[in-house]
Protein backbone atom coordinates (compact mmCIF):
# COMPACT_ATOMS: atom_id res chain seq x y z
CA UNK A 1 0.00 0.00 0.00
CA UNK A 2 1.50 3.16 -0.92
CA UNK A 3 1.80 6.33 1.03
CA UNK A 4 2.26 10.18 0.30
CA UNK A 5 3.78 12.40 2.18
CA UNK A 6 1.52 15.99 2.52
CA UNK A 7 2.27 18.56 -0.11
CA UNK A 8 4.58 21.44 1.26
CA UNK A 9 2.93 24.74 2.37
CA UNK A 10 1.95 27.46 -0.21
CA UNK A 11 4.24 30.39 0.63
CA UNK A 12 2.07 33.60 -0.39
CA UNK A 13 5.27 36.35 -0.49
CA UNK A 14 4.19 39.67 0.51
CA UNK A 15 6.63 42.55 -0.65
CA UNK A 16 7.96 45.74 0.79
CA UNK A 17 7.22 49.01 -1.09
CA UNK A 18 8.52 49.86 -4.51
CA UNK A 19 9.83 46.35 -4.94
CA UNK A 20 8.77 43.87 -8.17
CA UNK A 21 8.82 40.22 -8.02
CA UNK A 22 12.60 40.33 -9.46
CA UNK A 23 13.96 42.34 -6.19
CA UNK A 24 12.88 38.12 -4.63
CA UNK A 25 13.73 35.73 -7.24
CA UNK A 26 16.50 34.51 -5.08
CA UNK A 27 14.13 33.72 -2.13
CA UNK A 28 11.38 32.50 -3.90
CA UNK A 29 14.03 30.22 -6.07
CA UNK A 30 15.45 28.54 -2.66
CA UNK A 31 11.75 28.28 -1.11
CA UNK A 32 10.77 26.49 -3.82
CA UNK A 33 13.72 24.60 -3.98
CA UNK A 34 12.83 23.63 -0.89
CA UNK A 35 9.79 22.09 -1.84
CA UNK A 36 7.30 25.41 -1.47
CA UNK A 37 4.98 26.68 -4.01
CA UNK A 38 5.02 30.26 -4.01
CA UNK A 39 2.57 33.11 -5.05
CA UNK A 40 3.38 36.14 -4.98
CA UNK A 41 0.86 38.72 -4.22
CA UNK A 42 1.07 42.08 -6.50
CA UNK A 43 -0.11 45.22 -4.64
CA UNK A 44 -2.29 47.70 -5.98
CA UNK A 45 -0.53 50.58 -4.73
CA UNK A 46 3.23 49.90 -6.58
CA UNK A 47 3.20 51.74 -9.48
CA UNK A 48 -0.66 52.51 -10.03
CA UNK A 49 -1.66 54.59 -12.72
CA UNK A 50 -3.95 56.39 -10.08
CA UNK A 51 -2.23 56.94 -7.21
CA UNK A 52 -4.21 59.57 -5.32
CA UNK A 53 -7.16 56.53 -4.95
CA UNK A 54 -5.33 54.06 -3.60
CA UNK A 55 -5.79 52.83 -0.25
CA UNK A 56 -4.52 50.11 2.06
CA UNK A 57 -7.70 48.56 2.14
CA UNK A 58 -7.24 47.78 -1.88
CA UNK A 59 -3.95 46.24 -0.98
CA UNK A 60 -5.38 44.04 1.84
CA UNK A 61 -7.86 42.72 -0.10
CA UNK A 62 -5.40 41.87 -2.88
CA UNK A 63 -3.39 39.97 -0.74
CA UNK A 64 -6.58 38.10 0.66
CA UNK A 65 -7.85 37.01 -2.80
CA UNK A 66 -3.87 35.71 -3.30
CA UNK A 67 -4.61 33.64 -0.26
CA UNK A 68 -7.88 32.98 -0.60
CA UNK A 69 -7.22 31.11 -4.29
CA UNK A 70 -5.15 28.89 -2.25
CA UNK A 71 -6.88 27.99 0.92
CA UNK A 72 -10.12 27.03 -0.73
CA UNK A 73 -8.77 24.45 -2.84
CA UNK A 74 -7.78 23.00 0.79
CA UNK A 75 -4.16 24.25 0.38
CA UNK A 76 -2.14 25.28 3.75
CA UNK A 77 -1.07 28.65 3.33
CA UNK A 78 2.26 30.42 5.33
CA UNK A 79 2.16 33.76 4.87
CA UNK A 80 5.58 35.49 3.93
CA UNK A 81 5.67 39.69 4.64
CA UNK A 82 8.70 41.97 3.99
CA UNK A 83 8.59 45.40 4.94
CA UNK A 84 5.56 47.07 4.76
CA UNK A 85 3.77 44.04 3.84
CA UNK A 86 3.43 43.22 7.16
CA UNK A 87 0.95 45.54 7.21
CA UNK A 88 -1.69 44.76 4.34
CA UNK A 89 -0.65 40.84 5.16
CA UNK A 90 -1.34 40.74 8.78
CA UNK A 91 -4.83 42.16 7.75
CA UNK A 92 -5.60 40.23 5.01
CA UNK A 93 -5.01 36.72 7.31
CA UNK A 94 -7.72 37.32 10.11
CA UNK A 95 -10.06 34.36 9.94
CA UNK A 96 -7.62 32.63 8.25
CA UNK A 97 -5.91 29.98 11.02
CA UNK A 98 -6.63 26.05 11.65
CA UNK A 99 -8.52 26.59 14.30
CA UNK A 100 -11.06 29.06 11.82
CA UNK A 101 -11.06 26.64 9.35
CA UNK A 102 -10.95 23.23 10.71
CA UNK A 103 -11.98 21.19 7.45
CA UNK A 104 -10.36 23.05 4.58
CA UNK A 105 -6.54 24.85 3.70
CA UNK A 106 -6.06 27.29 6.23
CA UNK A 107 -3.20 30.11 6.85
CA UNK A 108 -0.82 28.07 9.57
CA UNK A 109 1.64 30.68 10.15
CA UNK A 110 2.89 34.34 9.44
CA UNK A 111 6.38 34.73 9.14
CA UNK A 112 7.42 38.47 9.04
CA UNK A 113 11.26 39.69 7.98
CA UNK A 114 12.21 43.31 8.49
CA UNK A 115 8.25 43.57 8.68
CA UNK A 116 5.91 46.16 9.86
CA UNK A 117 3.37 45.12 12.84
CA UNK A 118 1.31 48.05 12.72
CA UNK A 119 1.25 51.68 10.06
CA UNK A 120 3.83 51.75 7.85
CA UNK A 121 5.23 55.22 7.21
CA UNK A 122 8.59 55.65 5.16
CA UNK A 123 10.17 57.69 2.66
CA UNK A 124 13.24 57.25 0.66
CA UNK A 125 15.89 59.23 -0.42
CA UNK A 126 19.15 56.70 -0.72
CA UNK A 127 17.64 53.51 -1.63
CA UNK A 128 21.17 51.71 -1.92
CA UNK A 129 22.02 52.88 1.74
CA UNK A 130 18.23 52.53 3.06
CA UNK A 131 17.23 49.14 1.63
CA UNK A 132 20.57 47.46 0.21
CA UNK A 133 24.22 48.73 2.06
CA UNK A 134 25.61 45.20 2.52
CA UNK A 135 24.24 43.99 -0.66
CA UNK A 136 27.44 43.69 -3.52
CA UNK A 137 27.74 46.54 -5.25
CA UNK A 138 26.57 45.88 -8.89
CA UNK A 139 23.73 44.11 -7.24
CA UNK A 140 22.99 47.11 -5.33
CA UNK A 141 22.84 49.20 -8.36
CA UNK A 142 20.70 46.83 -9.81
CA UNK A 143 18.12 46.02 -7.33
CA UNK A 144 17.42 50.40 -6.92
CA UNK A 145 17.34 50.36 -10.89
CA UNK A 146 14.13 48.15 -10.90
CA UNK A 147 12.40 50.34 -7.95
CA UNK A 148 8.89 51.18 -8.51
CA UNK A 149 6.93 53.97 -7.44
CA UNK A 150 4.93 53.77 -4.65
CA UNK A 151 0.93 55.57 -3.81
CA UNK A 152 1.29 57.34 -0.77
CA UNK A 153 -2.24 57.03 0.63
CA UNK A 154 -1.65 52.86 1.76
CA UNK A 155 1.41 54.05 3.60
CA UNK A 156 0.14 57.03 5.81
CA UNK A 157 -2.97 54.96 6.53
CA UNK A 158 -3.82 52.84 9.77
CA UNK A 159 -3.92 49.09 8.96
CA UNK A 160 -7.05 47.22 10.30
CA UNK A 161 -6.87 44.86 13.66
CA UNK A 162 -4.17 42.13 12.05
CA UNK A 163 -4.18 38.48 12.21
CA UNK A 164 -0.86 38.43 14.33
CA UNK A 165 -3.25 39.65 17.34
CA UNK A 166 -5.81 36.53 17.04
CA UNK A 167 -5.11 33.80 20.05
CA UNK A 168 -6.02 31.81 16.84
CA UNK A 169 -2.36 32.25 16.13
CA UNK A 170 -0.70 31.58 19.02
CA UNK A 171 2.41 29.35 17.99
CA UNK A 172 2.07 30.23 14.48
CA UNK A 173 4.09 33.99 14.56
CA UNK A 174 7.58 34.26 13.48
CA UNK A 175 9.91 37.35 13.19
CA UNK A 176 13.16 37.77 11.42
CA UNK A 177 15.14 40.62 12.93
CA UNK A 178 17.12 42.62 9.98
CA UNK A 179 20.00 44.02 12.79
CA UNK A 180 21.59 46.23 10.14
CA UNK A 181 18.63 48.04 9.01
CA UNK A 182 18.75 51.25 7.74
CA UNK A 183 15.36 51.64 6.91
CA UNK A 184 13.64 50.26 10.14
CA UNK A 185 16.65 50.12 12.43
CA UNK A 186 16.97 47.35 14.79
CA UNK A 187 15.47 48.84 18.03
CA UNK A 188 12.09 49.68 16.26
CA UNK A 189 12.17 46.20 15.02
CA UNK A 190 12.73 44.80 18.72
CA UNK A 191 9.84 47.46 20.23
CA UNK A 192 6.91 46.89 17.65
CA UNK A 193 7.68 42.95 18.55
CA UNK A 194 7.47 43.66 22.30
CA UNK A 195 4.29 46.32 22.20
CA UNK A 196 2.39 43.40 20.13
CA UNK A 197 1.82 41.98 23.26
CA UNK A 198 2.16 38.23 22.01
CA UNK A 199 4.83 35.40 21.29
CA UNK A 200 6.77 35.45 18.19
CA UNK A 201 9.30 32.77 17.05
CA UNK A 202 12.31 35.11 16.57
CA UNK A 203 15.40 34.71 14.55
CA UNK A 204 17.63 37.70 13.56
CA UNK A 205 20.36 37.80 10.40
CA UNK A 206 23.15 40.55 10.21
CA UNK A 207 21.81 41.96 7.50
CA UNK A 208 20.17 45.03 5.86
CA UNK A 209 16.57 45.44 5.50
CA UNK A 210 17.16 43.57 1.99
CA UNK A 211 18.20 40.37 3.16
CA UNK A 212 16.85 38.59 0.75
CA UNK A 213 19.41 40.16 -1.15
CA UNK A 214 22.16 40.14 0.94
CA UNK A 215 21.69 36.79 2.87
CA UNK A 216 19.45 34.90 0.90
CA UNK A 217 20.52 31.64 1.56
CA UNK A 218 20.31 32.32 5.49
CA UNK A 219 17.17 34.03 5.68
CA UNK A 220 15.71 30.78 3.81
CA UNK A 221 17.15 28.68 6.48
CA UNK A 222 15.59 30.96 8.99
CA UNK A 223 12.33 30.94 7.06
CA UNK A 224 11.99 27.04 7.09
CA UNK A 225 13.33 26.37 10.71
CA UNK A 226 10.14 28.27 11.81
CA UNK A 227 7.80 27.16 9.06
CA UNK A 228 8.84 23.38 10.29
CA UNK A 229 7.57 24.73 14.10
CA UNK A 230 3.91 25.40 12.35
CA UNK A 231 4.23 21.93 10.78
CA UNK A 232 4.80 20.70 13.89
CA UNK A 233 1.52 21.85 15.61
CA UNK A 234 -1.44 19.44 15.15
Partial sequence: MSSFAKPKPTIVLVPGCWHIPAHYQELIDLLQNAGHPIEFA?????????APRQTVTADIDAVRQKILSQVN???DVILLSHSYGGCPGG???KGLSPA?????GAVIGL???AGYLGEGRMGVKDPVDVFY?????????????K?????LAPLISPCPSPAWKDTAFDGRRGYIFARQDHAMPLYFQERMVRDSGVNWNLKELEASHSPHLSKPQELTGHILEIISSFEARP
Fill in 133 to 145: HDVPTEKASWAAS
Fill in 91 to 93: AAA
Fill in 42 to 50: NLPSLNPSD
Fill in 111 to 113: VWF
Fill in 147 to 151: LQTHA
Fill in 100 to 104: ERPDS
Fill in 73 to 75: KGK
